[in-house]
């Protein structure tokens, strides 16, 4: 896992990444900028793995921003070589009771 999230902060890093378009529209109702995303995948952690997702190995990252706002984002590594951010958003009630915990019967 640990390689993996390694593997995601180097692309980012190097501006290797792109951004869904699901990833923009919810980064812009939830007010996140990209700095934010960028400075969360660099110093959070992974909080699920995916490993058979259906776009390719996907993890869920929480990190925290300087001002201690936390970011969830969904992310892969896209056959072209480039971290994808699937989805970001930030954790929130009904389906997170905090940043790292889910509501077990919370149903989408």
Known sequence: MQDFLQQIRERVTR???QIS??????????GITISEIVETVLTGEILEDYPEDQRGHSCLILGFTKSERA????????????ARLITVYLPQRP???APTDARQEYVE
């Open 15 to 17: 501006k290797q990444y």
């Open 21 to 30: 378009a699901h990833a923009e529209t919810e980064r812009e109702a939830e």
């Open 71 to 82: 970011i969830h984002s969904v992310r892969t590594i896209i056959p072209d070589n480039r």
């Open 95 to 97: 389906k997170w009771i």
